[in-house]
């Protein structure tokens, strides 16, 4: 049972990043950032698209633990960010994940 829950849990948060409420929509996307579950990795994805510098920081970081071929691509696009922070995490990702 215990296995179920823990697909439930991201996929709910995956459906919450969504939701009308602006604090709900934070508060998901900054939990899948920090459970970076694979199975959700094109909604961390979607989170790059978000005005919040440090929500698209959190998911560039999650990204660099999913290390999946989109993911790689996704942080690879962040390197053009407006935001020097979330630049600078996706060139540190990068650089783990060829060390890696």
């Given at each position: 049972?215990?296995?179920?829950?823990?697909?439930?849990?991201?996929?709910?948060?995956?459906?919450?990043?969504?939701?009308?409420?602006?604090?709900?929509?934070?508060?998901?996307?900054?939990?899948?950032?920090?459970?970076?579950?694979?199975?959700?990795?094109?909604?961390?994805?979607?989170i790059l698209s978000s005005p919040d510098a440090e929500l698209r920081k959190d998911a560039v970081?999650?990204?660099?633990?999913?290390?999946?071929?989109?993911?790689?691509?996704?942080?690879?696009?962040?390197?053009?960010?407006?935001?020097?922070?979330?630049?600078?995490?996706?060139?540190?990702?990068?650089?783990?994940?060829?060390?890696?």
């Amino acid at each position: 049972m215990r296995h179920n829950a823990a697909h439930v849990a991201p996929a709910g948060l995956a459906s919450a990043v969504s939701a009308n409420d602006p604090e709900l929509r934070y508060r998901a996307a900054k939990a899948l950032a920090n459970i970076a579950d694979p199975s959700t990795t094109s909604v961390i994805i979607g989170i790059l698209s978000s005005p919040d510098a440090e929500l698209r920081k959190d998911a560039v970081e999650a990204l660099g633990k999913i290390k999946s071929a989109p993911a790689v691509q996704a942080i690879t696009k962040a390197l053009n960010d407006r935001d020097p922070e979330v630049r600078k995490a996706a060139a540190e990702a990068l650089g783990e994940i060829d060390e890696g």
